[in-house]
């Protein structure tokens, strides 16, 4: 019998969602690169990307209650359907015990869809996470491998716009390959834009 694909995962307490493989980017660090799933998780590599219909099916075989975060992460960026994302988290905040709702974005959300987007996406979610990357534009674009020339400022200013909401928790994040200097300097810019910084650790 041919297997589901993978629309939800289990890390820890937390729910992710992994509704498209598409991603603007190709970062040097992807877990992407070297397997099929993430901290254990089925393949995730999507036969289609999944209607909304499909993805609240899945949703709805779960119980919700019992997880911390739903998390829109998984084999590409959220925002490239950015439509899906905000009509799902919009139902599911609409339920009476909805956990917390986080997107992790590599930030270039406005390039992708054309439009300033940041408010319609912290209207529907408690934590906006943004992958910075590094500290600086050269080791940003080495590290990151974006299609946009204009991704590294394109990024800040979406988590800028983000923090100007006051509707989220906005939170930028590096993972420990880079050095500290690199380290340092992604503590400055998330300083100046508002946001918190979190050091991720590198998974094998």
């Known amino acids: 019998m041919k297997k589901a694909m993978t629309i939800s995962y289990e890390v820890g307490n937390n729910l992710y969602l992994n509704i498209t493989n598409k991603c603007p980017c190709l970062c040097t660090f992807c877990i992407r690169n070297s397997d099929d799933?993430?901290?254990g998780s089925d393949p995730l590599w999507l036969e289609h990307e999944p209607t909304f219909e499909e993805i609240m099916a899945d949703l709805n075989s779960r119980n919700?209650?019992?997880?911390?975060?739903?998390?829109?992460?998984?084999y590409g960026e959220p925002t490239c359907?950015?439509?899906?994302v905000l009509v799902v988290?919009?139902?599911?905040k609409a339920r009476l015990s909805c956990p917390v709702l986080r997107i992790n974005t590599n930030g270039l959300s406005d390039l992708i869809n054309g439009k300033s987007t940041a408010k319609s996406l912290c209207n529907v979610m408690d934590i906006?996470?943004?992958s910075l990357n590094a500290g600086?534009?050269?080791?940003?674009?080495?590290?990151?491998r974006p299609k946009y020339p204009e991704a590294f400022e394109a990024m800040q200013k979406f988590t800028a716009d983000c923090v100007k909401t006051e509707s989220a928790e906005v939170v930028m994040s590096?993972?420990?390959?880079?050095?500290?200097?690199?380290?340092e300097a992604s503590r400055k810019i998330a300083e100046t834009l508002g946001a918190k910084l979190r050091i991720r650790a590198y998974e094998e």
């Open 37 to 39: 799933g993430a901290y």
């Open 64 to 74: 919700l209650e019992k997880y911390t975060e739903i998390v829109f992460c998984g």
């Open 81 to 84: 359907r950015l439509d899906t």
């Open 89 to 92: 988290a919009d139902k599911l």
């Open 128 to 130: 906006i996470s943004v």
């Open 136 to 144: 600086t534009k050269e080791e940003y674009m080495k590290v990151t």
């Open 174 to 183: 590096v993972v420990d390959v880079i050095s500290p200097e690199q380290i």
